[in-house]
């Protein structure tokens, strides 16, 4: 008598969970979004507490649709529907090209809100960490786009852009449960590397992954994780010189 049995021998499971590794992280990079965002926008818009000015709204509504069509399309690429995956790419670009906008748009909207508390110089100051998460996201993109029949390096490339905007939505749960209440204003960018490094440990997952899979780190996560450490640490030292006053200042000049 013979008994059949559902046996998938252990190689034949370890590719299916490699193949859909990146699937796997785009759906950990809409979680951490979500749940990152979930105290002081989603719920507070729940309660319908939350009272804000258009433009961060929309900043929101497509920062998190996003992170939906990164996951979507990981998926499709996981699940070998490439053609398909290609075919709606352009969704991409354009919902990148939106983001950097309300990215740019948002960040000269707190230095607006800053300024009117008195608080200009530390809202210049603080427009560094928005400003430049937002030019790396939009360059390592573009990277991206431009490796699209370099599957290796583009799957790299999109898991490192999206990993880039993780640090304000966790930042939102240091801010929630971490940082005793303070006065209205932007925070110290200081404060603003502790949680960037939490969200960079999807970055040190995905450098696992390639040792186990490939036996070292693809080059992507070398350079563009130590571009992605470096700018985040040069936002501190930059964000005080009068350089940065200057060129920031004139953008709020520009904006008033």
């Known amino acids: 008598m013979t008994t059949l049995t559902d046996y998938h021998p252990p190689r034949v499971t370890a590719q299916s969970h490699t193949t859909y590794f990146y ?3 785009a759906l950990a990079c ?3 979004a979500f749940l990152g965002f979930a105290p002081t926008y989603w719920l507070p818009m729940a309660r319908r507490s939350f009272a804000a000015p258009p433009v961060i709204h929309v900043h929101g509504l497509l920062f998190f649709a996003w992170t939906i069509y990164f996951a979507f399309q990981s998926w499709l690429a996981a699940s070998g529907k490439v053609v398909r995956h290609r075919t709606i790419g352009m969704i991409g670009i354009s919902l990148a090209t ?6 740019f748009l948002v960040a000269v909207e707190a230095m607006k809100r800053s300024a009117a508390l008195g608080q200009t110089d530390a809202g210049i100051s603080f427009a560094i960490v928005p400003l430049s998460g937002i030019l790396f996201f939009a360059v ?12 290796e390096v583009h799957k790299r490339l999109m898991l490192l852009a999206g990993i880039s905007l993780l640090d304000a939505a966790v930042a939102r ?3 929630t449960f971490l940082a005793p209440p303070g006065p209205p204003g ?3 960018v200081a404060v603003t590397l502790p949680p960037a490094f939490v969200a960079y440990l999807l970055l040190v997952v995905a450098i696992v992954q390639d040792w186990r899979t490939r036996g070292r780190p693809h080059p ?5 994780g130590t571009a992605l450490i470096a700018v985040k640490l040069l936002n501190w030292p930059i964000s005080v010189t009068p350089l940065w006053h ?8 520009l904006a008033q």
């Open 23 to 25: 699937f796997y992280m």
């Open 30 to 32: 809409m979680a951490v």
């Open 98 to 103: 939106a983001m950097t906008i309300f990215g």
């Open 140 to 151: 390592v993109f573009a990277l991206a786009v431009a490796a699209i029949r370099r599957p």
């Open 173 to 175: 749960w240091f801010l």
């Open 186 to 188: 932007p925070p110290p």
């Open 220 to 224: 992507v996560y070398i350079y563009g």
């Open 246 to 253: 200057s060129f920031a200042g004139g953008i709020l000049a």
